[in-house]
């Protein structure tokens, strides 16, 4: 079943719910980009109706500027996602909430598990990463693969270097995403981050480490690299895939009350 | 031009089969109402921010509008593959039927966008929209259509780090229904005979024009998204100007 959330400044959501019983725990999905809440090839209506199957009140709703939200002029990003946590709170009576989404979902999501304490668990799909060493490594070890010809073309675009994805992204300044996800595990928030092929900034699992320090295996954090897919998951059988690998995350970091599920019993990586 | 309410979004047909609407209602009595049927696949989501906008234009020059996402996309229920050109028209009739009930009778516009111009084209014909047709960038030819989107299919998985064979099944991402093809064959990609009411084309220099057709013509800020797969943004200004040019043409003013 699936209502309609009013939020504040002209926008809306659309909540989807669960047919009996409810977690307490509430999923909000995120923009992709530009793309109006139900994502790239409606990969976040069918991941909402999964999770709210399983017994998940789920949200997905435009941020200002996209979709059928108005234009950022009224409010500013954080606080529409902030009233729309209290709403969906106040419509639902979940108090805890799992966020994110893909790529600058991710990154919005990154922002409002730092600054507000009812945020128990964080998806970042194509999230933060850093280049360093291991991407070098795995750029290098492309390269080599491919022809000699390429080789010059990519020295001679290194020597101009364009604009890349990771400056179009909205992260923190560099160095300060240890401190920030320590932070976010010592309030005992759950993060699952995911990266995909599709990305020129994420090219190594290593990279992963190289960024987050030793908080990258602590006890919380579910690291899965998919270098099979691309950013926007266009097939169907990987949207299939990454719904299941969510769902699964989902019930065993936030089983409902009540129930005895296990991670063998979902689907696996 | 007044300051239209609130876009009002609201589901519609049985509980079992919803399908997904946001209503653009008019501050006073509305002057003409307008459903728009949106494009399929992936220009439905690349367009989507450009005609909610526009929406909310109209809406303000005292055009009540009625978007809808048909069953099986957007946020209306069913999988993708529940989809059919045929149950469009069905959605359509539904959604002109509601828009009906609120607007009341004024001049009845069907909007079709790209390929979502032959469940305009069908529903116009069905309810006699006493108004006319309007066409977004009309697709003149079903086979050059799905030639263009299966290239850009194969564009889009040659992305793929793994690679992907192109299917059958699936196109531009999303599954197709059985009859999906045969649905589209049946339908007319250029208002006939039981048209009912006038034309306006909106679109390009290269949009095709039918006999007694009025055109608007679109900057290419409106219309370049069509055959892409990146998503990008619409100038507002640009949106605005068009919608005046559609009230205009509309007969509203």
Redesign the interface.
């Known amino acids: 079943m699936e209502a309609i959330l009013p939020l504040a400044a002209e926008s809306f959501g659309l909540l989807s719910l669960p047919s009996s019983g409810s977690n307490p725990i509430a999923i909000v999905f995120f923009n992709a980009g530009f793309i109006h809440r139900s994502g790239p090839y409606r990969l976040f209506t069918r991941l909402s109706r999964v999770l709210a199957a399983a017994g998940y009140a789920v949200l997905r709703f435009d941020l200002p500027g996209v979709g059928d939200a108005p234009s950022a002029t009224d409010m500013d990003e954080q606080q529409a996602i902030r009233d729309a946590l209290d709403r969906l709170q106040a419509a639902t009576g979940c108090s805890g909430f799992v966020i994110g989404g893909l790529c600058s979902a991710a990154d919005s999501g990154w922002k409002t598990a730092l600054a507000d304490p009812r945020v128990r668990g964080l998806v970042m799909l194509d999230g933060i990463a850093r280049n360093g060493l291991w991407h070098k490594y795995a750029r290098l070890r492309r390269m080599l693969r491919r022809s000699p010809s390429t080789w010059f073309k990519t020295v001679r675009n290194n020597v101009a270097p364009a604009v890349t994805d990771t400056d179009l992204r909205d992260w923190p300044a560099a160095g300060s995403e240890r401190a920030e996800l320590q932070a976010m595990l010592a309030r005992q928030v759950s993060v699952l981050a995911l990266y995909t092929g599709g990305t020129a900034y994420f090219l190594h699992p290593r990279q992963f480490r190289s960024t987050f320090g030793g908080s990258a295996t602590r006890r919380g954090v579910t690291f899965e690299h998919w270098p099979d897919t691309d950013h926007v998951f266009f097939l169907d059988a990987h949207r299939e895939r990454l719904i299941s690998r969510i769902e699964t995350w989902m019930r065993t970091t936030f089983p409902s009350p009540g129930s005895h599920f296990h991670a063998s019993a979902g689907a696996g990586r | 031009m007044t300051q239209a309410p609130?876009?009002a979004?609201?589901?519609l047909g049985p509980?079992e089969r919803?399908v997904?609407a946001?209503l653009h209602a008019t501050a006073q009595p509305p002057r003409a109402q307008l459903l728009l049927c949106p494009p399929i696949l992936n220009e439905h989501?690349r367009s989507?921010?450009l005609f909610?906008v526009l929406a909310r234009h109209l809406a303000a020059q005292g055009i009540a509008v009625l978007r809808f996402d048909y069953y099986g996309?957007?946020?209306s229920?069913g999988?993708?593959d529940a989809f059919t050109l045929g149950s469009a028209c069905d959605d359509a009739m539904l959604a002109s039927a509601h828009l009906a009930d609120v607007a009341g009778s004024v001049p009845a516009f069907v909007m079709g966008v790209r390929a979502g111009g032959l469940v305009a084209i069908e529903t116009a014909s069905r309810t006699r929209a006493s108004g006319g047709l309007v066409l977004w960038q009309p697709i003149a030819d079903w086979t050059d259509y799905l030639r263009e989107t299966g290239a850009l299919d194969a564009r889009?998985?040659a992305?793929?780090?793994?690679g992907?064979a192109i299917s059958k099944d699936?196109l531009?991402?999303?599954?197709l229904s059985k009859d999906f093809h045969a649905h589209a064959a049946g339908l007319a990609t250029w208002p006939g005979d039981g048209h009912v009411g006038r034309t306006i084309v909106i679109g390009d220099d290269a949009a095709p024009v039918g006999v007694g057709a009025t055109t608007i013509p679109a900057p290419p800020s409106l219309t370049r998204w069509t055959g892409q797969a990146e998503?990008?943004?619409f100038p507002?200004t640009q949106i605005r100007d068009v919608a005046a040019a559609l009230a205009g043409a509309m007969g509203v003013v």
């Not at chain 2, 992305?159 to 793994?162: G, L, M, Q, S, Y």
């Not at chain 2, 531009?172 to 599954?175: E, K, L, Q, R, T």
């Open positions: 609130v876009p979004p609201l589901h509980p919803p997904f946001v989501a989507y921010r909610s996309t957007g946020d229920g999988d993708d889009q998985r992305a793929i780090p793994a992907h699936t531009m991402g999303f599954a998503m990008g943004t507002n």
